[in-house]
């Protein structure tokens, strides 16, 4: 075991006195529990989240053009050619 120092606000230690008294726990235990249930969650989306952000990437992805390959490499070498002359209202070599 680690020893840690941390400091915590009087209603934050209130309530882990509580949890810890209330689950026969020691304070350290109910915070080493609290941390890997915390760190197991952590940045996952809840399901209504998930069910927001697939709706969106459908609509989005709905919205994506229908073109023939051949067109999107031209126009793609179309935007790398302006890139290199310098794109629409350059003001030439510097």
Same mark, same amino acid.
């Given at each position: 075991?680690? !020893?840690?120092?941390?400091?915590?606000?009087?209603?934050? #230690?209130?309530?882990?006195?509580?949890? #810890?008294?209330?689950?026969?726990?020691?304070?350290?235990?109910?915070?080493?529990? *609290?941390?890997?249930?915390? @760190?197991? /969650?952590?940045?996952?989306?809840?399901?209504?989240?998930?069910?927001?952000?697939?709706?969106?990437? #459908?609509?989005?992805?709905?919205?994506?053009?229908? +073109?023939?390959? #051949?067109?999107?490499? /031209?126009?793609?070498?179309?935007?790398?050619? *302006? +890139? !290199?002359? @310098? @794109?629409? @209202?350059?003001?030439?070599?510097?």
């Amino acid at each position: 075991m680690i !020893k840690v120092t941390f400091t915590l606000d009087e209603e934050t #230690a209130s309530y882990l006195d509580r949890t #810890a008294e209330r689950l026969r726990m020691s304070k350290s235990r109910v915070v080493r529990e *609290a941390i890997r249930i915390y @760190g197991e /969650q952590a940045g996952r989306l809840s399901s209504e989240e998930r069910a927001r952000l697939l709706e969106l990437f #459908a609509e989005v992805t709905a919205r994506i053009p229908d +073109r023939p390959r #051949a067109e999107v490499e /031209q126009e793609l070498d179309d935007v790398r050619t *302006a +890139r !290199k002359e @310098g @794109g629409r @209202g350059s003001l030439g070599p510097r």
